[in-house]
């Protein structure tokens, strides 16, 4: 059964950073692409970030790009996403994802099945 435990959210000021991580575990982590989404009140889970198996690739979401950055350690189990010059905009529920299958990073979440409990970032302005 995998199992994905994200942590490091909070609440931050504009212009402020945070690092959050993600724990996997239940297969082989290195074997697989993992995301980030987010889900802000009233809106739909969008996509943020992912990242390759070996974290050759990554991509990013347009309004998070040159911002954020998503990194994995694959001696450890686990995927960080760095958020730098966080905006009011960002606050929402932040979640780690990973696919079933072994493939490259995907962007849409129904192309993952396996989901975090999701870890809340505020940022006041």
């Known amino acids: 059964q995998v199992q994905l435990v994200e942590s490091g959210g909070g609440l931050v000021q504009a212009g402020g950073s945070l690092r959050l991580s993600c724990a996997a575990s239940?297969?082989?982590?290195?074997?697989?692409?993992m995301g980030w989404f987010r889900q802000a009140p009233g809106k739909e889970r969008e996509f943020v970030a992912a990242?390759?198996?070996?974290?050759?690739?990554?991509f990013y979401a347009d309004s998070v790009k040159g911002r954020f950055t998503i990194s994995r350690d694959n001696a450890k189990n686990v995927v960080y996403l760095q958020m730098n010059s966080l905006r009011p905009e960002d606050t929402a529920v932040y979640s780690c994802?990973?696919?079933?299958?072994?493939?490259?990073?995907?962007?849409?979440?129904?192309?993952?099945?396996?989901w975090g409990q999701g870890t809340q970032v505020t940022v006041s302005s």
């Open positions: 994802a990973a696919p079933g299958v072994i493939g490259p990073p995907r962007t849409t979440r129904d192309e993952y099945d396996y």
């Open positions: 239940g297969r082989t982590f290195s074997w697989y692409a």
């Open positions: 990242i390759s198996a070996r974290g050759v690739s990554t």
